[in-house]
């Protein structure tokens, strides 16, 4: 019974209508996938990271740790890294407790099978967890203060990202970020078992259904 009721208790967390959506899209799921995603973005903020904690770039030799803690593959991380992207970690007593990555690279959108392409002087941000025993300390707030504070120090002046329009937790801790918030683009999408996801709504920038060409080099942070 005390299972049940905490069950019931986080789907009704942010409010009866949202926990109404969730339960009828985990129904649908096995046949159907619905929702919105919400492109927006953020300027970047100069600022200190507090003390006690390391927040660092990402290199190929911390792969196989950082993928063991948040479940990715290591190769694909050093995949990563080689084509340019950047990792960040927070880490205590050398135990990864927070990652993000970013790009400057279009990069495809599965939800809505679109292609997300940042403008000059702004990254995409994405894969950003906190590990569930570490949540609650803060750490994406001090990820994102020192990410910020080096990338706005070579010239970058903003960041990109999506999130689903369902995502409650995240649009919360986005209430706590350093704005103003602008929201770019929203559509949505729906898609039924083993067929590509048709996209209701009209993409606007970021977001396009070109690929990039296969032949031309994108730009990557050096």
């Not at 799921?29 to 600022?47: A, D, Y």
């Not at 292609?115 to 750490?139: H, N």
Request: one cysteine or more; hydrophobic letters at 45%; charged letters at 25%.
């Amino acid at each position: 019974m005390e299972l049940w009721w905490a069950r019931l208790a986080q789907l009704v967390r942010y409010g009866p209508a949202a926990g109404l959506v969730t339960v009828a899209k985990r129904l649908l799921r096995p046949w159907l996938e619905l929702g919105t995603v919400v492109v927006f973005e953020l300027p970047l903020r100069r600022c200190t990271v507090a003390p006690g904690l390391e927040v660092r770039l990402l290199h190929a030799d911390d792969a196989p740790r950082v993928a063991a803690a948040f479940g990715r593959r290591p190769e694909a991380l050093v995949r990563r890294l080689a084509r340019g992207d950047r990792g960040y970690c927070v880490f205590s007593e050398d135990e990864p407790l927070h990652m993000r990555w970013v790009t400057t690279r279009p990069t495809h959108i599965p939800e809505v099978g679109l292609w997300l392409r940042p403008a000059a002087g702004t990254v995409y941000v994405y894969d950003v967890e906190t590990r569930a025993a570490a949540r609650g300390r803060g750490l994406a707030g001090l990820a994102r203060a020192a990410m910020d504070d080096g990338l706005a120090a070579e010239g970058f002046h903003a960041k990109v990202a999506y999130i689903r329009g369902d995502n409650h937790a995240m649009w919360r801790s986005l209430a706590d970020a350093p704005g103003p918030l602008r929201r770019l683009c929203r559509v949505g999408y729906l898609r039924r078992r083993g067929r590509a996801p048709h996209v209701l709504g009209r993409p606007r920038w970021p977001l396009t259904a070109v690929p990039p060409p296969p032949s031309r080099s994108t730009s990557a942070i050096v």
